[in-house]
Nanobody
Framework: RVNLVESGGGSVETGGSATLSCVIS??????????VAWFRQVAGNKREGVAA????????TYADSVKGRFTISQDVEDATTYLHMTGLKPEDTSTYYC?????????????????WGPGIQVTVSS
């Protein structure tokens, strides 16, 4: 397993922007089968896949709820994956998790990842 640590959460006003970072450490091979994803979860609800990025950025996947507002990117040299969030809405309020090491080709399925970060809170005020 790799170690993941998220940062950048906090409180944001509706319509504002924020960027989350996920630093990955440990041994891994960033090949075409290595996927890093962002999920979010509100207590009592299912963990929702938000965005995922494969390899060195060969492809990305987004949930319909964030398309056009969120962008996933990465700095391969720094082993950091980012989630740039714009046009934030109160319904984006959640705990956001970074995940890596996918078992299959379903990048937004929480059941397919081996490694998870501890999560970070993002609160969007109305």
């Amino acid at each position: 397993r790799v170690n993941l640590v998220e940062s950048g959460g906090g409180s944001v006003e509706t319509g504002g922007s924020a960027t989350l970072s996920c630093v990955i450490s440990g041994r891994f091979d960033r090949n075409n089968h290595f996927c890093v994803a962002w999920f979010r979860q509100v207590a009592g609800n299912k963990r929702e896949g938000v965005a995922a990025i494969w390899g060195r950025g060969e492809s990305t996947t987004y949930a319909d709820s964030v398309k056009g507002r969120f962008t996933i990117s990465q700095d391969v040299e720094d082993a950091t994956t980012y989630l740039h969030m714009t046009g934030l809405k109160p319904e984006d309020t959640s705990t956001y998790y970074c995940a890596a090491e996918i078992r299959s080709s379903k990048p937004l399925s929480q059941y397919e990842y081996i490694s998870w970060g501890p999560g970070i809170q993002v609160t969007v005020s109305s």
